[in-house]
């Protein structure tokens, strides 16, 4: 047996008394690792477990065994060598337990797991970790802090004894001071914001009779308030937008390694420019810190329970991030109020409870009634509002699904930010996954709503973009459809076989209150009455004339029409027939070749981005890897890789669904099945590695097989 860590673990299905004393028959796994991955329906316990050999045991005269886990669903009984220390206990928040006197030379470690959530398996989402202290150690530290400079220290000592404590204060790696009493005043800090965030680490060293124990910690300087409804970051007015993160991934819902959830965290603030996220689940400690490096606030959830320990043992374990903005939920325990107000964090609620008024707010969410209309006068004014919207797809057939949610969720956005004026806005859809189907439900702009991604791109404005979201081609010219681009330009050309054709300005007729409103390209009859013989004067004039939408151009001209557009059919030789059939569409289109329809779209009369969309004559596939070296440490190593196939423009082909097959050769291993199909020309998956020897480095084989051609990446596994 090998020493305790999170790999070779055995996994299986429900639970028997017997497994407690005894090796079980299932599943090899590591960790995390939830029982989606056995693609089997819903259950509800599970039972994981580990054999082990401890060699130290002399060592525990002066030590004691500690062994950490976090992020269980729900609630846990764990055995050691047939002994039960842990009964119903709730453990997403962590758990720490002494298990030194319960250890021998060869151990036996089951957890049995319930899931008290349907559709939610039985699951560890993050490393068990087992760490020998001195008797008297350090459990926790809760830091408080000022924009002054000044840090409240509060060390949480477990045993007893003559000890004492020295505290380094470090930043980037750097050593700056150290101390040994719990308050300190350091000269001039360097604040945490959005786009300066200053990451303090604190190193604890406690020393007693010759015996030491380190606890690291991180914090920020910031200084956070809601005052007459907005919101103030460091004295500085800020509007919060953002939106919901579940931590939902593919086939493994909520267990998968640190790479990925950093990454999730990278998207929302450097690909998205969100400055706020709401979780609905207890976060990894990985998530936490990299949203401290990022400068992005989250809101975490109240635990649904009335454990006080539990709730404490959430606060400790989260207290100190300072991209920890608050705490939000329906019924907050009365006990996890009490604990909150002696720190610096928010509550938010939809109850009314005391609290102090500048750290306490509503929270209201956007809804429909039964008639499906959106009830704005149910919101609370200066609220942090969830627009927790899903919008039937209606009879409008010009528009696809994706686009027209997106669509209506700006506008309820565009009404609500004018209306109610709240101090923070989140954008529930967008994250949208539902439990019954685990595997649709990454938070990248590659799986879920791009339309809606990119909308909320254009609240957020991180940098110039320019999105498409109804892919242009010649059947919607010819059905006259309109082009919806989500962007931050001020206008957008289009061009059509090189030809201009007319400038679009943004909507700000229907999107008064939003900055960077969609660019609606509706207008399709321009070029072809220029084709025709027209001037500009004269298509202005027809225009004026008919003020319609080209999808809805009449089936014939009345009498009054006729008269005004008399002298230009008479100048150009023209019956009425033949004007109606020039509105209709792009007809002759369909006998040209070498179709092609160009976007230049324009920032302060500057080009920002061009965007070509033509007919597919070649097509090649791109392959995005963020690296080459996956890295084990305390758990497995992710990596995500993405397939594209884009044409010769380099557009992604929207209708391209061909079959990907997928082998390993090595320490890697295909999160999910290995035959996949592209939707809608693009395709996601996760690799992961498998157990390494410690210190080694191994090379491990991954091919992609295309209709086209065979890719293979050779990626270094470091153990």
């Not at 500009?536 to 014939?556: A, G, L, M, W």
């Not at 070749?593 to 779209?601: H, P, Q, R, T, V």
Request: hydrophobic fraction near 35%; aromatic fraction near 12%; include cysteine.
């Amino acid at each position: 047996m090998e020493e305790l860590n999170n790999y070779h673990w055995t996994f299986k299905e429900g639970f028997d008394k017997s497994d407690i004393s005894e090796e079980i028959k299932g599943t090899l796994v590591d960790l995390p690792y939830s029982g989606a991955s056995l693609n089997r329906p819903s259950f509800e316990v599970g039972t994981f477990q580990r054999l082990f050999n401890f060699n130290q045991l002399g060592s525990l005269n002066n030590h004691r065994g500690i062994l950490t886990l976090s992020n269980i669903s729900t609630t846990i009984n764990l055995y050691l060598n047939g002994k039960q220390l842990l009964k119903e206990v709730y453990a997403e928040s962590p758990v720490k337990l002494d298990i030194t006197d319960y250890l021998k030379e060869e151990n036996i470690l089951t957890i049995e797991v319930r899931s008290l959530e349907d559709g939610i398996y039985p699951s560890i989402n993050f490393p068990v970790y087992f760490e020998l202290v001195p008797l008297t150690y350090i459990d926790d530290i809760v830091v408080s802090t000022k924009n002054t400079g000044e840090i409240t220290l509060d060390p949480h000592i477990k045993g007893k004894g003559d000890y004492k404590i020295t505290y380094s204060l470090m930043i980037g790696g750097q050593l700056l001071y150290t101390f040994n009493k719990n308050h300190f005043i350091l000269p001039l800090p360097s604040l945490w914001s959005f786009s300066s965030p200053y990451v303090y680490t604190i190193v604890a060293n406690l020393e007693i009779e010759g015996l030491s124990h380190k606890k690291v910690i991180t914090f920020g300087f910031r200084e956070t308030k809601l005052k007459k409804g907005e919101f103030y970051l460091n004295d500085k007015k800020t509007f919060l937008i953002g939106t919901k993160r579940d931590g939902f991934f593919p086939y493994t819902q909520r267990a998968t390694a640190k790479a990925a959830h950093r990454e999730d965290a990278e998207i929302l603030k450097i690909r998205l420019g969100a400055n706020l996220v709401l979780l609905t689940s207890v976060p990894t400690e990985d998530f936490l810190n990299r949203l401290d490096e990022l400068g992005l606030f989250c809101l975490l959830p109240v635990l649904k329970t009335e454990d006080k320990d539990a709730n404490k043992r959430y606060l400790f374990s989260t207290v100190n991030h300072p991209s920890v903005l608050g705490y939000f939920g329906d019924d907050v325990p009365t006990s996890f109020i009490k604990l909150l107000e002696k720190t610096d964090k928010l509550l938010i609620t939809d109850k009314l409870v005391k609290f102090d008024k500048n750290r306490f707010s509503h929270f209201s969410t956007l809804q429909k009634n039964e008639k499906g209309k959106v009830r704005y006068s149910s919101l609370k004014k200066h609220s942090l509002i969830i627009g927790d919207l899903t919008f039937k797809e209606g009879q409008d057939l010009t528009l696809d699904k994706e686009t027209k949610e997106a669509l209506r969720q700006l506008k309820a956005f565009d009404i609500v930010k004018t209306k109610k004026k709240p101090w923070a806005y989140i954008f529930s859809s967008f994250t949208r996954c539902e439990k019954e189907s685990h595997l649709d439900s990454l938070l990248t702009l590659g799986r879920c709503n791009k339309s809606l991604a990119f909308s909320f791109l254009s609240l957020t404005d991180p940098s110039p973009f320019f999105w498409v979201s109804n892919y242009p081609n010649q059947d919607n010219l010819l059905k006259n459809k309109p082009l919806i681009c989500f962007t931050d330009a001020d206008y957008v050309e289009l061009y059509i076989n090189d030809e201009f054709i007319d400038a679009f300005p943004a909507n700000h007729k229907v999107f008064k209150g939003l900055r960077h409103p969609p660019i609606v390209i509706n207008d399709f009859s321009s070029t072809l009455l220029r084709r025709n013989g027209f001037n500009n004067r004269e298509i202005h004039k027809i225009k004026k004339i008919f003020s319609t939408q080209d999808e809805n151009v009449k089936s014939k001209l009345n009498f009054f029409e006729v008269l005004q557009v008399k002298k230009l059919l008479r100048k150009h030789d023209m019956s009425s027939r033949h004007l109606r059939t020039i509105l209709m569409g792009y007809q002759d289109l369909k006998e040209k070749e070498g179709f092609n329809i160009a976007f230049k779209a324009y920032k302060d009369r500057k080009l920002m981005r061009s965007k070509i969309f033509g007919e597919d004559k070649e097509s090649s596939y791109y392959f995005d890897t963020p690296g080459q070296l996956l890295r084990n440490e305390e758990s497995y190593d992710v990596m995500r890789i993405t397939i594209r196939k884009v044409d010769n423009y380099g557009s992604v082909v929207n209708n391209d669904c061909s079959k990907v097959t997928l082998t390993t050769i090595g320490p890697l291993e295909i999160i999910g099945p290995t035959e996949l199909h592209l939707v809608n020309g693009v395709l996601s998956f996760y690799l992961k590695t498998k157990a390494v020897p410690s210190c080694q480095n191994l090379i491990g084989q991954l091919k992609i097989q295309t209709a086209q051609n065979c890719e293979c990446f050779h990626l270094m596994i470091h153990g």
